[in-house]
């Protein structure tokens, strides 16, 4: 049962224009979402994260947009860069009990093609 | 500074060989991952550390052994391996009561 669902496997984006990453999750219990970016060989990078107590969060060209009620969330890049070019991955967390820290679980990934 | 550092960045292995992959963060995180990922596959979480201690172990096969020796140092002991379990190990942490977890840029795991 995968709690954390990237649908579109896949983007491809002309530069300057805005990318749109979306996320759906099925867990209510997940109280914090995250975005990371991955490039090939490397671990992932964290981009920008959400509380479950705000619907949207802004740093510089990214902006993280969540709809609770929807269980849906979604990463903005404007404008895009050819630089942007990487796997995307939304990852959901929840506070783990007894003081066992929080525990993500990753969607599968989008693709980000940025065209110049 | 969010660094966390692994080595080695590549390992080769025969199924019959004993090593280790290490892991280190100075950002005071006591909270600490190890997950595995396969090409074009999410990552997945192998085993959890909180103040030191094993907290989760998601169903991980004995021949991965994890090690935590201080609150700075992840140690994951391999042995007796298959070829399957080639992929990219990653090592992360986060405070224990934040919510960012921060990632290392992995180990390559290849097993012959």
């Known amino acids: 049962d995968q709690q954390v669902k990237q649908n579109s496997p896949s983007l491809s984006v002309q530069e300057g224009r805005i990318s749109i990453l979306n996320c759906d999750y099925t867990?209510?219990?997940?109280?914090?979402f995250l975005w990371y970016k991955k490039y090939p060989a490397e671990g992932p990078t964290f981009l920008i994260s959400i509380s479950s107590i705000k619907d949207k969060n802004e740093d510089g060209r990214f902006t993280v947009f969540l709809n609770k009620s929807a269980k849906h969330l979604s990463l903005h890049i404007v404008p895009s860069q050819p630089g942007d070019s990487a796997v995307y991955f939304c990852?959901?967390?929840?506070?783990?009990?007894?003081?066992?820290?929080?525990?993500?679980?990753f969607g599968g990934g989008t693709r980000l093609m940025v065209k110049p | 500074d969010t660094e966390v550092t692994q080595t080695p960045k590549h390992l080769v292995m025969g199924m019959t060989n004993k090593k280790s992959l290490k892991c280190e963060q100075h950002m005071g995180h006591r909270a600490m991952y190890w997950y595995k990922q396969k090409a074009k596959k999410p990552p997945e979480l192998m085993f959890v550390y909180s103040y030191e201690k094993l907290s989760i172990n998601e169903s991980v096969p004995s021949r991965f052994s994890p090690e935590c020796p201080n609150s700075s140092l992840l140690n994951l002991h391999l042995h007796a391996l298959q070829p399957e379990d080639s992929a990219l190990y990653l090592c992360?942490?986060?405070?224990?009561?934040?919510?960012?977890?921060?990632f290392g840029e992995g180990s390559w795991l290849t097993v012959v």
């Open positions: 992360a942490s986060a405070a224990m009561f934040g919510n960012t977890i921060y």
């Open positions: 990852a959901a967390s929840r506070t783990l009990y007894n003081n066992a820290g929080n525990m993500l679980t």
């Open positions: 867990n209510s219990m997940f109280d914090y």
